[in-house]
């Protein structure tokens, strides 16, 4: 008993690795007869798995998709796995609670050494400062939204502006292409018909309407690559890069070990004991400027010269600011 009960879970795990497996090849991974194997089958089927067998030249079988949820297997990389993206992935979203309840499930019914493996991981998701009282997406919303998305069906929705907006949300119409997450919210990729461009909008402050539009091809997204587009657009940049649309290098008179901890994603060289070169990046030369002064040390210019033009802006506008006197 003890065997079989091994090899039904070696051969179910197997099953769970790819869609489908002959007869032949499943016999010769567990070192089996092809009876064996066939035997083995009705016995997963009786624990309430759905095991499809096809014709052909050897046979074969696939673990198709049930009606309920049975019983699953995973190896120990697969738990832990599992068990650090439960404490990740619902961040910002109103599946929260099922995350934390789906997790102590699975912890409950580790074997001690993943249990002790998958308590060292503790992981806290942290939200990025300013995120803390956005609302959450709701789960109906993700529901709608990957729906539109996986039918290819237009998506008409009401877009609520920002808090500061003196105006009503506003009507748009999208062809949905991707649900993405990004510094701790969650964004949908789309191609706005209105616009006839590429825009994210905020998951939270969608509300779909219904029915749905008509069915679309969708577009070619520029880069070909979603992360690498979303991370680009909120650089300030096309989506076919990801550098920074303006970028500028500085010596700045500070050690390099002062400056390195807030550069953020730029290039610190050390040029002495009290000196350093900076390139950087910005969305804006007078960002980028802005950025830099924040230093607050003596800056000497490398390049380009729209850096240059950046700072004598910002000087006008300080020694303006600083020559205005406030009424008491």
Known sequence: MQKTSSRLLALLSLLQTRRDWSGEDLAERLDISPRTVRRDMDRLRELGYRIKAFKGP???????????????????????????????????????????????????????????????????????????????????????????????EELRFDYAQDRKAATGPQHRRVQPHHLVAWQGRWYLLAWDLDRDNWRAFRVDRIRPRTPTGPRFTPRELPGGDVSAFVAGRFRGSDGTTTDWPCQGEVVLDLPATAVAPFARDGIVEELGPDRCRLALGSWSWTGLAATIGRFDADIEVIGPPELNAAFARLATRYSNAARTTTLS
């Open 58 to 152: 050897t046979g074969g079988y696939r673990l198709d998709a049930g009606g309920h949820l049975p019983p699953l297997l995973f190896d120990d990389g697969q738990a832990v796995a599992l068990a650090v993206a439960l404490q990740t992935a619902a961040t910002g979203t109103t599946i929260a609670e099922d995350a934390a309840r789906a997790l102590a499930m699975i912890r409950q019914v580790m074997p001690s050494r993943l249990r002790h493996r998958m308590d060292m991981l503790r992981i806290t998701a942290v939200r990025p400062p300013g995120n803390g009282d956005a609302p959450q997406a709701d789960t109906q919303v993700f529901t709608d939204l990957s729906s539109a998305i996986h039918a290819r």
